[in-house]
């Protein structure tokens, strides 16, 4: 008998044992399902906030492209909003960990970076998925990453924005003290009354204007040279500042959420069907390979009689 033959004739012989096998092992798994707690589940889409400034948006309104999707994704799986949104919901509580164990911080990362899911859809769309035992929870955790991600994103944007405000601020001043220096030295070389003197500093910043009638040595020539240089230094440093103190007044674009999430009370697992399915495989599985060394013992020693 061929190897088809026997393998055909082992399966036909022990079709009730199999068929056993799948019930038992289906009724296994169905019944574990019930000792299973239930997880539900909770979703909150939101678009990226658009990087225009807010004017421009009234008349270009659109939400962000690639960019701010994939900026929006860090700022979402970031550690400081997992950690604030472990904090808020006390999920150290939740996942019943002893936190005098050395490793209770690295598995309550593992339990959240698996119920707690970033996706990024193909239109552009930041998708949070929110796996918990309690319906409630989930939708609040999954609202509390689309709430909180504008002012923590703000909290970072102000901070850079107010040390960056802060050097062109410093940088204009001493370029403001630099030009009242060098007026104050052509002052000096030049001489006469303060009038006439103010008078031939102010026009200095105009720059279709020859000083060359009143320049009569060449230290007061360079003193020009350098009067305008600085001076020009200071009105560009000052420009700069006064655009980056009225961005600082200007309000940042905010993310919008499409979707808020809602408590769902339909569990998502564990699945009757799946488990189900899997413990009858499963367990014939088992039957299969043990019924098969058993079959194979048998014909060693009936092998060993014959001989």
Known sequence: MNDNKK?????FKYRRLWLLSLIVGGGLGAGVSFFIAPRYLSTAIVYPYNSQARKDLVSNPQFGFEFESEQLMQLLSS????????????LYDYYNLDTNEKSWNADLTKRYVKDVVFQRSKYLSVVVNVTMKDPQLAADIANFQIDEVDQFRASIFEENRTADLEK?????????????????????????????????IENLNNENYDPSQFVDSPEL??????????????????????????????PIPSVYKVDRAQPSYRAVSPSLTVN???GALAFFALV????????????????????
């Open 168 to 200: 062109s601020k410093e940088k204009m001043e001493i370029l403001e003290q630099e030009v009242q220096t060098l007026a104050d030295s052509i002052y000096a070389v030049k001489g006469g009354t303060n009038d006439l003197l103010f008078n031939f």
């Open 288 to 307: 299969f390979v043990m019924r098969y060394l058993l079959e194979k013992w048998q014909q060693v020693k009936q092998e060993e009689v014959k001989a």
């Open 276 to 278: 189900t399915m899997l």
């Open 7 to 11: 393998g055909i004739h082992f399966l």
């Open 221 to 250: 020539e360079q003193l020009i040279i350098d009067y305008r240089f600085s001076y020009n230094q200071f009105i560009a440093a000052r420009n700069e500042y006064d655009t980056k103190r009225q961005a600082m007044e200007d």
């Open 79 to 90: 550690k400081s909003m997992r950690d604030k949104t472990i904090e808020k919901f006390k």
